[in-house]
């Protein structure tokens, strides 16, 4: 029976998105394998997850097993409820409606809202504890990072489209990660880690569009984690105008004759002649130096240089120039008393 009490605390949607799957045999747990995501989420169907929660964006469909927390409504209060295949769930008290097709946090206002016709101030938190498909995982950046029910044969494009695509400050560089009992991911540049039990893969966003290579919109397999960063970027440091970095969005570099010019030029104690670019070095903390004469460039007498994610470019100081400003500086200002001198 319903127990009209006043609760002090209002409804808290604090939904975490923790994502232990149960172990089955040969499998590995996800826990050490994915980010936290965000978004719609979906989980195989038969596996159970008691007190796990998701996203409250997962949109709710036929088959999905839901439990709600409503304490003060003892008749539903820590029960399990499954959403019948006409996307209805039949509540105590409440009756049979329609959340197929809702947000978790969608039929959390709806129960709130019912259960105002019994409770002054209801609280109702929904978790999705039973999945009706297998998951594949979107992480970062995303337009709607999160997880999403595969069904049937999806290529990468596929959902790629399906989830709205990248953000516009995202690197065109999109990695997957696959478990190696789903096989493993059939390009030629895929890494294995067997300590892992994980295949990686790195793909460029600009070849799978422009379909440079087919094989690369690959058949996503359950549990694949496609992970995108934000934009790689290029940072400009030294005698230039503004200090700062550029941002490369969908180009794989930046030229050095572009970068100079974004960052406003050199400042008049520049070096034009040994401007450096600072070039990480794979798997390590090291950087490469690799000097360019920026003024031969900008004269046309050599060829412009890219710079590639990460870079730094400095521009040191030119100390001999500065030195002879000083120079001059200091003859200008003493100028008088050496004049003097010289006539007595």
């Known amino acids: 029976m319903l127990a009209a009490k006043l609760s ?15 172990q089955q045999p040969g499998q590995q747990p996800l826990q050490n394998q ?16 008691p007190g796990e929660t998701l996203r409250p964006n997962y949109t709710l469909g036929p088959n999905d097993q839901i439990m709600i927390r409503a304490p ?19 509540l105590p008290l409440l009756g049979r409606f329609r959340v197929g097709g809702m947000t978790v946090s969608e039929f959390e206002a709806e129960l709130v ?7 002054r101030e209801p609280q109702a938190i ?19 990072p999160g997880i999403y029910p595969l069904q049937g044969r999806r290529t990468l494009v596929e959902m790629l489209s399906a989830i709205g695509g990248l953000q516009p400050n995202a690197s065109r560089h999109i990695k997957i990660t696959r478990r190696t009992e789903y096989g493993p991911i059939p390009l030629p540049t895929a890494v294995e880690d067997p300590e892992k039990k994980v295949s990686t893969v790195e793909i460029s966003l600009g070849s799978l569009r ?6 690369e919109d690959i058949l996503l397999q359950p549990y694949d984690q496609i992970s995108v960063e934000r934009a790689e970027m290029v940072y400009i440091s030294g005698e230039v105008s503004k200090i700062g970095a550029i941002e490369l969005g969908e180009r794989d570099s930046v030229s050095l004759v ?5 960052a406003g030029g050199f400042t008049k104690d520049a070096s034009r002649t040994k401007v450096r670019i600072l070039r990480p070095i794979l798997n390590t903390n090291r950087r490469a130096v690799i000097e360019v004469d920026a003024k031969r460039v900008f004269e046309g007498k050599d060829n412009d240089i890219p710079l590639l994610p990460n870079d730094v470019l400095y521009v040191p100081r030119s100390y001999r120039r500065s030195s002879w400003v000083e120079v001059g500086t200091l003859t200008a200002t003493n100028l008088p008393y050496i004049l003097i001198t010289v006539l007595r």
């Open 258 to 262: 572009q970068a100079l010019t974004q």
């Open 126 to 144: 929904v978790t999705v504890t039973q999945f009706r498909s297998e998951p594949v995982f979107f992480v970062g950046m995303f337009k709607s």
């Open 8 to 22: 002090p605390a209002s409804v808290v949607l604090a939904l975490g998105c923790s994502l232990f799957a149960q």
């Open 210 to 215: 422009e379909n440079i290579n087919p094989a």
């Open 72 to 90: 003060e409504a003892e008749e539903i209060n820590e029960k399990p409820f499954r959403i019948d295949g006409d996307g209805f769930v039949n």
């Open 113 to 119: 809202r019912r259960l105002r016709e019994y409770i």
């Open 34 to 49: 994915l980010q936290q995501p965000t978004g719609q989420p979906g989980f195989p169907a038969g596996r159970e997850l």
